[in-house]
């Protein structure tokens, strides 16, 4: 998985580790220069998609690893928004204009969105009302 969010989906620390929280408050900030903040969405980026492009790989795994419901709700409501009316997850999209997005299909995304969506269902059904 991309991204220093992904440490407690894989195991390597648990999820309210001090150090993972500073971590994760960087990647999820200005901080970070390549989180995206526009005029649709705001997430995680990364070198090889170009600037002011997000990752619904990286929304997916914030909302994975997230043990907040708004935060939950809020990456799913922006994967939801986002997919410029195709119906599946891109490599990456930019924050002003989703219809400018890279890959047209990315199975890798379209599959851990599913996990996303099933967590959410599994452990907080009432986020998808």
Known sequence: ?????????????????????NTRRLVLSDGNPYFCQGKVANGPGGPHVGMDMIWPLGLIVQGLTSTNDAEIHQCLTTLQKTHAGTGFMHEAFHKDDPRRFTRSWFAWANTIFGELVLKTFNERRQLLA
Do not use: E, N, R, T
Request: glycine letters at 4%; zero cysteines; aromatic letters at 10%.
């Open 1 to 21: 998985m991309p991204s220093l969010l992904s440490l407690p989906y894989i195991g390597a620390v648990k999820p309210h580790d001090a150090l993972y929280l």
